[in-house]
Structure formats: structure tokens, C-alpha cells
């Protein structure tokens, strides 16, 4: 017998999936912009081959600090945080 998912459980499913849109999200913005960033700093193909490996491997780097930070100060709130930080600074 399977137990019905309450409200709450729908809703952080939805803010998880939320943060995993942005993510994709932020990845596809930074390959859109390689050609504006090739015109205005006049980059070559190889440099913006690593600007957009970097930003993954930034990305990737973080996982497992991330992580560990979670357990440490629990999840939710180092998800909030992050939201928080992703969302000013991309506005910024």
C-alpha cells in the first residue's frame, strides 16, 4: 500500500526541481552568450571553449563542499542560502 504524498512533499519536489531547472538553465545562458562575449572581448575559439568549461567545472567543484555543508548545517537551509546568493547575483 502506498502512502499519498501531502502537500508539503509536492511542494519541495517542486522547489528541487525549481533548482534544477536553474542550473540547466544558467549553463545554456553562458553557451548562448560565447558569441557576444567572442565579438565584444574579441576571444579566441579555444578561449571560449575553457570559459564554458570552466563555469561547469566551478559548478562540479562545488558539489561535494556543498554537500558536506548540508549535512552540516542542514539541507533546506543551505538550499535557501544558495538560492538566495544564485538569484542576486545573476541579477547583479
Not at 538553465?25 to 565584444?40: C, E, F, N, S
Not at 538550499?79 to 538566495?84: E, I, L, P, R, S
Request: net charge neutral.
Amino acid at each position: 500500500m502506498t502512502v499519498p504524498a501531502s502537500r508539503t512533499q509536492w511542494l519541495a519536489m517542486g522547489f528541487l526541481c525549481l533548482g534544477s531547472f536553474i542550473n540547466l538553465l544558467d549553463v545554456t545562458i553562458v553557451t548562448v552568450v560565447l558569441p557576444q562575449i567572442r565579438a565584444d572581448l574579441g576571444a579566441t575559439p579555444t578561449e571560449l571553449e575553457w570559459v564554458a568549461a570552466i563555469y561547469v567545472l566551478a559548478l562540479a567543484a562545488a558539489l561535494l563542499p556543498m554537500g558536506r555543508f548540508g549535512d552540516i548545517w542542514g539541507r533546506k537551509h543551505l538550499f535557501v542560502w544558495g538560492m538566495a546568493g544564485f538569484t542576486v547575483a545573476s541579477a547583479a
